[in-house]
């Protein structure tokens, strides 16, 4: 099992830059395929990016290609996702997640392990 806790959530203008953090607990960090989900008031949760086992491969919903990047860390047991060019519809709760799948997928239900999400708001 692990346990996942996001930061590095904000306020900030449209073109600017974040870049969220996702730090797990336990040893086992490595073995799991991590993701970043995000998620509007209303809305069903959407996939943004997902990176695999000692981070091989990467896959991008088509919304960020070109502007985020996610990438991995496992001596530090942490995931991230660095944000550039943001724009107002990137608004929302970040999330990050953790599954046993070895292959990428953008499916949340492909994912056990979520964190508890951090906010990030884009003002125009």
């Known amino acids: 099992q692990v346990q996942l806790v996001e930061s590095g959530g904000g306020l900030v203008q449209a073109g600017g830059s974040l870049r969220l953090s996702c730090a797990a607990s336990?040893?086992?960090?490595?073995?799991?395929?991590m993701g970043w989900f995000r998620q509007t008031s209303g809305k069903e949760r959407e996939f943004v990016a997902s990176?695999?086992?000692?981070?091989?491969?990467?896959s991008y919903a088509d919304s960020g290609k070109g502007r985020f990047t996610i990438s991995r860390d496992d001596a530090k047991n942490t995931v991230y996702l660095q944000m550039n060019s943001l724009k107002p519809e990137d608004a929302a709760v970040y999330y990050c997640?953790?599954?046993?799948?070895?292959?990428?997928?953008?499916?949340?239900?492909?994912?056990?392990?979520w964190g508890q999400g951090t906010q990030v708001t884009v003002s125009s």
């Open positions: 336990g040893r086992t960090f490595s073995t799991y395929l």
């Open positions: 997640a953790a599954s046993m799948y070895v292959a990428l997928s953008s499916a949340p239900t492909s994912y056990a392990y």
């Open positions: 990176i695999t086992r000692r981070g091989g491969s990467t």
